[in-house]
């Protein structure tokens, strides 16, 4: 690390990536810092993905079949020669600056162990959903404190010897696309290590996302892993999508669930409670009013860079949002208590 311009291996995990990988990789090719290398890890890929690599002059670790992200970028730090790693998603397109401001940040800050960024807030996929589901990502990024408890790997890097000293991604827990960063960010924490988000240190996502692979990722590959995580650590940060405001939105859409369901029975007169359904409205606006308060910034956020429209349509996705990761946690809290870690 006391060289002036530090190696930087750049580790892409593919699966199957052939529509976003060229833009990756032509993108790292352009990159204003000249020491690195890019290897990428096929992740047992089907189409042409590990050819279009190749064209590119980068180096290609092949798995035999799909394993997952972790497995993926474990196999290309093996054959890394830096002394950081930076790991870039294969949709993410990074800036000419991006190497440079890695480099820089571990060679004017010598006791942090990572840093990661944040997706930009210009989205490559113009449909609703993936740009509100990019723009979110953004906005809890930029509004986070600078020194983090977590990790991310879509953009985001850290030092060789702390990566093995720590025996890199969980391949073994988390043999598909998971919260495997998030993981080795707490790893990092407990021993000590520093990691920072850097707001600055922007890439561009160009994955276009549907309803399906939203909640699928949302509840299956984060909440659930996540809520596990947290319950079996016994350690819920005050971190990202884990802040204080967070945990009140997501208990308000709790109180919001349950007297919506109130509501929609009385009306259907499957019970006789006289006064409840009035005292279920008054609560529901209440909750309402709530949750659109605590997020004024975020939905100021959406307001600004897409309009009213968008907005109207974002908050009540959002609202999904939160009810459904409160759920996941409650599940896994109560199956935890009752059967114990191996049934979180």
């Known amino acids: 690390m006391k060289s002036e311009h530090p190696f930087i291996s750049v580790i892409v995990p593919v699966h199957n990536g052939e529509k976003y990988i060229a833009e990756c990789l032509e993108a790292l090719r352009k990159s204003s810092y000249k020491s690195y290398e890019i ?137 598909k696309p998971s919260i495997e960063d998030i993981e080795l960010g707490y790893r990092m924490t407990e021993k000590g290590y520093k990691i920072i988000l850097d707001k600055e240190l922007q890439v561009k996502h160009l994955k276009e996302w549907d309803w399906d692979s939203m909640l699928r990722t949302d509840i299956f590959s984060r909440a659930v892993p ?37 509501l929609i029975l009385g009306i259907l007169n499957l019970y006789d409670a006289p006064g409840l359904e009035k005292f279920s409205v008054i609560v529901i606006v209440t909750a309402i009013a709530g949750l659109i308060y605590i997020n004024r910034g975020l939905y100021g956020f959406f307001l600004k860079k897409r309009g009213m429209m968008f907005t109207l349509m974002a908050i009540p996705v959002h609202f999904l949002f939160y009810f459904y990761s409160g759920a996941a946690f409650t599940v896994c809290w109560i199956r935890y208590n009752l059967h114990g870690k191996t049934a979180a």
């Open 39 to 175: 290897i990428v890890a096929d992740d047992g890929s089907t189409d042409n993905s590990a050819d279009v690599c190749r064209s590119f002059g980068a180096k290609v670790v092949s798995l035999q079949s799909r394993s997952g992200p972790a497995s993926a970028r474990n196999a290309g730090v093996k054959e890394a020669s830096g002394d950081i790693i930076l790991f870039i998603d294969a949709d993410v397109v990074a800036r000419q600056e991006t190497l440079r401001r890695v480099a820089t940040t571990f060679q004017d800050n010598p006791d942090v162990a990572a840093v990661f960024g944040s997706y930009d807030d210009s989205p490559s996929a113009p449909d609703f959903l993936s740009q509100y589901r990019n723009l979110l990502h953004h906005y809890v990024h930029q509004r986070s404190g600078r020194e983090a408890k977590t990790f991310w790997a879509g953009c985001g890097a850290v030092r060789r010897d702390i990566f093995l000293e720590l025996g890199g991604f969980d391949s073994a827990r988390f043999e």
């Open 226 to 262: 996540w809520s596990r995580l947290i319950i079996e650590s016994n350690s819920m940060p005050v971190d990202l999508n884990l802040s204080i405001s967070d945990r009140i939105s997501t208990l308000l859409t709790g109180v919001l669930s349950v007297f919506t369901a109130l």
